[in-house]
């Protein structure tokens, strides 16, 4: 059974920081790619980072970039995404999604709760 369980969001002040963690369960791990979205309240889902390849190459969105990193460890089968300097609007319930490099199955976890407020 497929799961991908996100966790470590919660209730931070601006200018604080948040690791949001992703246990992956079900599939080999090492031959997907990972990646993070966000949905805020009102808003489409966007992509925040993702991590690729044996080399664990990463893209992130522009606003994100220089205050979010992406990593995974494959021997935990666990993406990380490491957010600093959060702001208001970083505000939205973030997503793990897991894409095969080979085959077009696609996974999505439940998603964890990031609110940013004074």
């Known amino acids: 059974q497929v799961q991908l369980v996100e966790s470590g969001g919660g209730l931070v002040q601006p200018g604080g920081s948040l690791r949001l963690s992703c246990a992956a369960s079900?599939?080999?791990?090492?031959?997907?790619?990972m990646t993070w979205y966000r949905q805020a309240p009102g808003k489409e889902r966007e992509l925040v980072a993702t991590?690729?390849?044996?080399?664990?190459?990463?893209n992130y969105a522009d606003p994100v970039k220089g205050r979010f990193t992406i990593s995974r460890d494959n021997a935990k089968n666990t993406v990380y995404l490491q957010m600093n300097s959060l702001k208001p609007e970083d505000t939205a319930v973030y997503y793990c999604?897991?894409?095969?490099?080979?085959?077009?199955?696609?996974?999505w976890g439940q998603g964890t709760q990031v609110t940013v407020s004074s």
């Open positions: 079900g599939f080999t791990f090492d031959s997907y790619a």
């Open positions: 999604n897991a894409q095969s490099v080979w085959t077009n199955r696609n996974y």
């Open positions: 991590i690729r390849g044996a080399r664990g190459n990463t």
